[in-house]
T-cell receptor, first 113, second 112 residues
Framework: GNSVTQMEGPVTLSEEAFLTINCTYT??????LFWYVQYPGEGLQLLLK?????DKGSNKGFEATYRKETTSFHLEKGSVQVSDSAVYFC????????????FGKGTSLLVTP | DTAVSQTPKYLVTQMGNDKSIKCEQN?????MYWYKQDSKKFLKIMFS???????INETVPNRFSPKSPDKAHLNLHINSLELGDSAVYFC???????????FGPGTRLTVL
C-alpha cells in the first residue's frame, strides 16, 4: 500500500536559515506528490505539487523535486522567515488510494527571530 | 467567498450523543472527502464521495455515516460518540484524479 515517511520534528531554525524537510514515499505506479502547510489553528493549504518524475514544484520560495529513483520529495527553502512557522505535511495520491491523500506524520517548524 | 466551508467550527458534546458536521464547497468539484486529524496531528482519510457516490470507505466504525445530498455537500453524522472520536475533522474537495484538494477550516470535536 501507499505510505509517506517524513522527518520527525519539531525543527527550530533561526530566521534566514536554510530549511530541508525530508520526505520519502512508497507507492505503486506514478503517484502525484504534494506538500501541504498548516498554520496554527487553520486548515491545510497546498504549498506545492509535482505530478511526474523530475518535476519541480515551487511556491513562496519553497521547492521540492520529484525523485523517482530515490522515491523522495524533499522540501527546501533557502531563507526561512518567522511567518513560515507551521506544520508541513508531505502527501501522495494515486489511483490505488482512490486519489485520497496519504499523508506523512507532519513536521513542525518553528522559526525564531 | 469561502471555497470549502464546515459547520460547526467547534463541537463539544457528551459521550453517547449523536452529532453531525456539515461541509459545503462552491468550487464545482465532483469529489469530496472527510479526513480525521488526531491529537498528534496525523491525518487519515475516512471517506470519499464522487458525484454523490461513496468511493472510499476506510476502516471507520459504522457509527460514522457520511451523506452526500448533492455534489456540493458532504455531511458526516456520528452516532454514540466515544472519547476516542475527539479530533479535528477536515472536509476537502477536488476534481476527480490526482488534483489539488482544497480543505475546509476543520471542525474540532471534543467528546467529554
Amino acid at each position: 500500500g501507499n505510505s509517506v515517511t517524513q522527518m520527525e520534528g519539531p525543527v527550530t531554525l533561526s530566521e534566514e536559515a536554510f530549511l530541508t524537510i525530508n520526505c520519502t514515499y512508497t507507492a505503486t505506479g506514478y503517484p502525484s506528490l504534494f506538500w501541504y502547510v498548516q498554520y496554527p489553528g487553520e486548515g491545510l493549504q497546498l504549498l506545492l505539487k509535482a505530478t511526474k518524475a523530475d518535476d519541480k514544484g515551487s511556491n513562496k520560495g519553497f521547492e521540492a523535486t520529484y525523485r523517482k529513483e530515490t522515491t523522495s520529495f524533499h522540501l527546501e527553502k533557502g531563507s526561512v522567515q518567522v511567518s513560515d512557522s507551521a506544520v508541513y505535511f508531505c502527501a501522495l495520491s494515486n489511483s490505488n488510494s482512490g486519489y485520497a491523500l496519504n499523508f506523512g506524520k507532519g513536521t513542525s517548524l518553528l522559526v525564531t527571530p | 467567498d469561502t471555497a470549502v466551508s464546515q459547520t460547526p467550527k467547534y463541537l463539544v458534546t457528551q459521550m453517547g450523543n449523536d452529532k453531525s458536521i456539515k461541509c459545503e464547497q462552491n468550487l464545482g468539484h465532483d469529489t469530496m472527502y472527510w479526513y480525521k486529524q488526531d491529537s498528534k496531528k496525523f491525518l487519515k482519510i475516512m471517506f470519499s464521495y464522487n458525484n454523490k457516490e461513496l468511493i472510499i470507505n476506510e476502516t471507520v466504525p459504522n457509527r460514522f455515516s457520511p451523506k452526500s445530498p448533492d455534489k456540493a455537500h458532504l455531511n458526516l453524522h456520528i452516532n454514540s460518540l466515544e472519547l476516542g472520536d475527539s479530533a479535528v475533522y477536515f472536509c476537502a474537495s477536488s476534481q476527480q484524479g490526482n488534483n489539488e484538494q482544497f480543505f475546509g477550516p476543520g471542525t474540532r470535536l471534543t467528546v467529554l
